[in-house]
């Protein structure tokens, strides 16, 4: 099975600062990854799939990048709707997993 | 507009069994794979399983395979979730959501059922 690590597993900051999460897989899933944003009592919000690819409708202050096994979900200049628990997820093979999840939350 | 909507959650003794549903509408529900991924109270979320366009394929979790059955029913626009052997640890809010077959991400997402395994 694939593993998947993200750092930090929380992260503080201010509204128009900016986040970078990492999401690291345990071997080479290509391209296969996405990421989600989860608000408390909400399902899990598609932002990027194919490590770089913003969702129709998912404002462009959000970016991911990477390729491999090192990935990364940037949020250029943080709005107070952005408070939230961010998760990777790799799509290269079955069982398909989740990374553990990074709370940004408010400095 | 796509909608899913999951129900069939509730309390449920540890050895029983639940089943779950996920009627789909907005969308052209026997053209897409479907999923379960569940979340324990506080904890993240893990993929539980997946179906094809007509049924013929399933993947599982190791922790769900031969408890749990997932099926669909394309002239009813649902996807099913079939509980057996319910465990503690079964105990989550659990979500459908369409599948990208060609790239492997969930979208849209429903709302979540609880299930909750105790005595």
């Known amino acids: 099975d694939i593993q998947m690590t993200q750092s930090p597993s929380s992260v503080s900051a201010s509204v128009g600062g900016r986040v970078t999460i990492s999401c690291r897989a345990s071997?080479?899933?290509?391209?296969?990854l996405a990421w989600y944003q989860q608000k408390p009592g909400k399902a899990p919000k598609l932002l990027v799939y194919?490590?770089?690819v913003l969702q129709s409708g998912v404002p462009s202050r959000f970016s991911g990048s990477g390729s491999g096994t090192d990935f990364t979900l940037t949020i250029s200049s943080l709005q107070p709707e952005d408070f939230a628990i961010y998760y990777c997820q790799q799509a290269n093979s079955f069982p398909l997993t989740f990374g553990p999840g990074t709370k940004v939350d408010i400095k | 507009e796509v909608q899913l909507v999951e129900s069939g959650g509730g309390l449920v003794l540890p050895g029983g069994s639940l089943r779950l549903s996920c009627p789909a509408s907005?969308?052209?529900?026997?053209?897409?794979?479907m999923t379960w991924v569940r979340q324990a109270p506080g904890k993240g979320l893990e993929w539980v399983a997946n179906?094809?366009?007509?049924?013929?394929?399933?993947y599982y979790a190791d922790s769900v395979r031969g408890r749990f059955t997932v099926s669909r029913d394309n002239a009813k626009n649902s996807l099913y979730l079939q509980m057996n052997s319910l465990r503690d640890e079964d105990t989550a809010m659990y979500y459908c959501?369409?599948?990208?077959?060609?790239?492997?991400?969930?979208?849209?997402w429903g709302q979540g059922t609880l299930v909750t395994v105790s005595s």
């Open positions: 907005g969308f052209i529900f026997s053209s897409q794979w």
């Open positions: 071997q080479g899933i290509g391209t296969f």
């Open positions: 179906i094809n366009q007509d049924g013929s394929d399933k």
């Open positions: 194919l490590a770089s």
């Open positions: 959501a369409t599948y990208s077959d060609s790239g492997g991400w969930f979208d849209p």
